[in-house]
């Protein structure tokens, strides 16, 4: 769980937070397992306002996405595309390159 992942490394530290690339809302949880989405390489500390910049992004409803939310949007992708979508946010957010 999202709290198993607290206890293994701690607290993100101050001003951070833990983000999922995939998320972890409960129909990728059904879909993929918790395994899958509450993992070290699914998991990334970033700083509150990128978290929350990337968050506000997959509440969004940009055009192109047939009136969903993204989070709408990618919920019938697969784990890989939603993750390959995820990388690409934090790409764009200047936190990976």
Known sequence: SHQQIIRQNGSAGD???YHHIVEQ????VERFGPF???N?????ILPREVHESISG????KPEGMEGKTVRDWLADKSYEAQYR??????REAGVLK
């Open 15 to 17: 001003g951070k937070q």
């Open 25 to 28: 809302h409960p129909r990728n």
């Open 36 to 38: 899958e989405i509450h």
């Open 40 to 44: 070290n390489d699914n998991v990334i």
């Open 57 to 60: 992004h997959y509440s969004s």
């Open 85 to 90: 979508y995820g990388i690409q946010q934090l």
